[in-house]
């Protein structure tokens, strides 16, 4: 996948994750990134807000591929769960 992002250092303690924009964070949970901006806004997708412009105050988001990971991974893991805990009943 391309959302793949370098580490700024190869010293394990100098490592800062980068943010993504929400392109690059629909692109690594495979929807569109009008999705993506949709679940940030409602706040249930982990997303760090940002202001831009200086009159019109706007809201644009920036994200961590590992939170992303984290939370999709949260996300599976309970449809998964829902769905072997409701057994079908004749």
């Given amino acids: 996948m391309s ?3 370098e ?3 190869d010293n394990p303690l ?3 994750e980068p943010y993504v924009d929400s392109k690059q964070a629909a692109d690594f949970l495979a929807v569109d990134s009008k ?3 949709r679940l940030s806004r409602e706040g ?3 997303a760090h807000p940002l202001l831009a412009g200086s009159q019109n105050v706007r ?3 920036r994200y961590k591929l590992s939170e992303l990971d ?3 991974r949260a996300q599976r893991n309970s449809a998964s769960a829902g769905s072997a805990t409701s057994p079908k009943e004749k």
């Fill in 3 to 5: 959302a793949q992002v």
């Fill in 7 to 9: 580490p700024l250092s």
């Fill in 14 to 16: 100098l490592q800062i």
């Fill in 35 to 37: 999705t993506v901006q």
């Fill in 44 to 46: 249930k997708l982990p």
């Fill in 59 to 61: 809201r644009t988001w």
């Fill in 70 to 72: 984290e939370w999709a």
